[in-house]
């Protein structure tokens, strides 16, 4: 993850709890979320957005009157936060008419560089779209040195349409979309990250791992030692996450020195589970700066280390809330959703591994997938089903990286699951024993290749939508000219 927060046209990586919606109220909703005319907001009778918009400011205000700073933060297609800084006295501003950012925030590229060919910029006149506040996400910044609070938007038109173009929106029609045709996705997320020590360089000017100078015997997976030695920053990750209401569950210490996983709750709601991630990124690498530290999501940041990936757990519940996995009839089903995963895969892969450092993650041997293969119990492969009871029953997506941006990648497997059950589609056999033997469908070996399948994909369109589907492209594009622009100091080295 990449978090910087300051102006409009600077980058972090974050995300906010969003929006609650009951099974049988997403049903109710139309497939296309409502127009919401910015003119609305702050009529006569109540000057805040919504009942429940004033509610969620008052509450917080009570709590928190001394308030000194707030932080206005929106995700882009790339999954990097964006956002800007502004007084504590404009949250009430914000709750009731909106906040203004350039729509063309949705078309930078990671580095926080314009793609004219996205046409969000200059070609449209660089237009501010109209941000609302995501109920739920207003919450304290435990690890600021001024009282701060941060609140989470997303975008709208000037004529208050839903912005296609931000991941948020995406996820958000999708979700609508499914429940309209009777499906609620339950998901949960795993994730891996380094703490890195800024004090111990290595050669090469990066920073160490935790741990990494104390020899091999530091890897310690599962190890206690490891959790006790940093015990209260994982106080304060925990601590904070309670405060922001994030749903953490395990802490482990992961295979490589100084690399630890976080486990969040299952969500009957895929939007909230997508802000959890986003939120829960932004407070580990806060909580860590606090304490002297560096943590990062980067999906590969040492080659002769594992990588961080982003572990994802889903179900399906019917309009009645049952499991639809479950029992000899739902194995079907079950079977047909991993089909369609597996049949996805390969068009959609840009979308699980986003940064063109990403692709050193999937390498045999590593757990990290690199055939479009499944297996029961089985945790070399790309979808894997873990034993569980019927009530329980569910795949793991194991292929995204940790750095992947969680709305983009929680569409497309939606997407993907829904149109293998409708289809009834059958998957290969699964794999026993080490899937890096097989001779399964291999995925795509790095970002050029990974966008070409794309580019060519009517799947990706369906999971994303036209809009986000081509900026997304756009921006990947010029990310890959850009390192192509770039020679080696190996290169140089090799070949002067």
Same mark, same amino acid.
């Given at each position: 993850?990449?978090?910087?927060?300051?102006?409009?046209h600077?980058?972090?990586?974050?995300?906010?709890?969003g929006?609650?919606?009951?099974?049988?109220r997403?049903?109710?909703?139309?497939?296309?979320p409502?127009?919401?005319?910015?003119?609305a907001?702050?009529?006569?009778?109540?000057?805040f957005?919504?009942?429940e918009?004033?509610?969620?400011?008052?509450?917080?205000?009570?709590?928190?009157?001394?308030?000194?700073?707030?932080?206005?933060?929106?995700?882009?297609?790339?999954?990097?936060?964006?956002?800007?800084?502004?007084p =504590?006295?404009?949250?009430?501003?914000?709750?009731?008419?909106?906040?203004n950012?350039?729509?063309s925030?949705?078309?930078?590229?990671?580095?926080g560089?314009?793609?004219s060919?996205?046409?969000?910029?200059?070609?449209?006149?660089?237009?501010?779209?109209?941000?609302?506040?995501?109920?739920?996400?207003l919450s304290?910044?435990?690890?600021?040195?001024?009282?701060?609070?941060?609140?989470?938007?997303?975008?709208?038109?000037?004529?208050?349409?839903?912005?296609?173009?931000?991941?948020?929106?995406?996820?958000?029609?999708?979700?609508?979309e499914?429940?309209?045709?009777?499906?609620?996705?339950?998901?949960?997320f795993?994730?891996?990250?380094?703490?890195?020590?800024?004090?111990?360089?290595?050669?090469?000017?990066?920073?160490?791992?935790?741990?990494a100078?104390?020899?091999?015997?530091?890897l310690?997976?599962y190890?206690?030692?490891?959790l006790?030695?940093?015990?209260?920053?994982f106080?304060?990750?925990?601590d904070a996450?309670?405060?922001?209401?994030?749903?953490?569950?395990t802490?482990i210490k992961?295979?490589?020195?100084?690399?630890?996983?976080?486990?969040l709750?299952?969500?009957?709601?895929?939007?909230?589970?997508a802000?959890d991630v986003?939120?829960l990124?932004?407070?580990?690498?806060?909580?860590?700066?606090?304490h002297?530290?560096?943590?990062?999501?980067?999906?590969?940041?040492?080659?002769?280390?594992? =990588?961080?990936?982003?572990?994802?757990?889903?179900?399906?519940l019917?309009?009645?809330?049952?499991?639809?996995?479950?029992?000899?009839? =739902?194995?079907?089903?079950?079977?047909?959703?991993?089909?369609?995963?597996?049949?996805?895969?390969?068009?959609?892969l840009?979308?699980?591994?986003?940064?063109?450092?990403?692709?050193?993650?999937?390498?045999?041997g590593?757990?990290a997938?690199?055939?479009?293969?499944?297996?029961?119990?089985n945790?070399?492969?790309?979808?894997?089903?873990?034993?569980?009871?019927?009530?329980?029953?569910?795949?793991?997506?194991?292929?995204? =990286?940790?750095?992947?941006?969680?709305?983009?990648?929680?569409?497309?497997l939606i997407?993907?699951?829904?149109?293998g059950?409708?289809?009834?589609?059958?998957?290969?056999?699964?794999?026993?024993?080490?899937?890096?033997?097989?001779?399964?469908?291999?995925?795509?070996?790095?970002m050029?290749?990974?966008?070409?399948?794309?580019?060519?994909s009517?799947?990706?369109?369906?999971?994303?939508?036209?809009?986000m589907?081509?900026?997304?492209?756009?921006?990947?594009?010029?990310?890959?000219?850009?390192f192509?622009?770039?020679?080696t100091?190996l290169?140089?080295?090799?070949?002067?």
């Open positions: 993850m990449r978090e910087i927060t300051g102006n409009t600077t980058g972090a990586k974050t995300s906010s709890l929006d609650t919606h009951s099974p049988s997403l049903a109710a909703e139309k497939n296309r409502p127009k919401i005319p910015p003119a907001v702050g009529d006569k009778k109540s000057k957005m919504s009942p918009h004033e509610a969620e400011y008052r509450a917080f205000v009570e709590k928190h009157p001394d308030l000194e700073a707030v932080e206005f933060l929106l995700v882009d297609p790339n999954g990097v936060m964006r956002g800007k800084w502004a =504590g006295d404009a949250l009430k501003k914000a709750f009731q008419e909106g906040v950012f350039p729509m925030l949705h078309g930078l590229d990671v580095w560089r314009e793609v060919e996205t046409g969000l910029h200059i070609e449209t006149g660089d237009q501010d779209g109209y941000c609302r506040a995501t109920r739920g996400s304290i910044v435990p690890w600021a040195k001024r009282k701060t609070a941060q609140v989470m938007l997303q975008t709208f038109s000037p004529e208050g349409e839903p912005f296609m173009a931000d991941s948020r929106q995406v996820l958000k029609r999708k979700v609508a499914v429940n309209e045709k009777g499906y609620f996705p339950v998901v949960a795993e994730l891996e990250f380094y703490l890195l020590d800024p004090e111990v360089e290595w050669d090469d000017g990066m920073p160490a791992p935790v741990g100078t104390a020899g091999p015997d530091r310690r997976m190890g206690l030692d490891d006790a030695e940093h015990a209260a920053l106080d304060m990750i925990r996450a309670q405060e922001q209401e994030l749903p953490i569950d802490i992961e295979a490589a020195p100084g690399q630890f996983e976080v486990n709750k299952h969500r009957a709601d895929p939007l909230r589970a802000d986003i939120m990124q932004r407070l580990v690498i806060g909580c860590a700066r606090a002297g530290l560096t943590a990062t999501f980067m999906a590969k940041p040492f080659l002769e280390y594992a =990588g961080n990936g982003m572990h994802v757990h889903a179900s399906m019917d309009r009645e809330g049952r499991n639809i996995f479950g029992g000899e009839a =739902g194995r079907k089903k079950l079977e047909a959703a991993v089909a369609g995963l597996l049949r996805t895969m390969p068009e959609s840009l979308l699980f591994i986003n940064t063109w450092n990403g692709f050193r993650r999937i390498t045999p590593s757990y997938p690199t055939r479009a293969v499944w297996g029961e119990n945790r070399s492969v790309a979808l894997r089903i873990p034993v569980a009871s019927d009530e329980n029953k569910r795949l793991e997506h194991r292929i995204a =990286g940790a750095d992947a941006n969680p709305y983009l990648v929680m569409s497309a997407q993907g699951m829904v149109e059950i409708e289809n009834e589609e059958v998957p290969p056999p699964p794999i026993i024993g080490n899937a890096y033997d097989d001779n399964g469908l291999f995925l795509p070996d790095d050029d290749e990974a966008l070409q399948l794309m580019a060519r009517s799947f990706v369109e369906r999971a994303l939508g036209p809009l589907a081509k900026v997304y492209q756009d921006l990947k594009r010029a990310e890959i000219l850009a192509w622009a770039e020679i100091q290169e140089r080295t090799t070949y002067l």
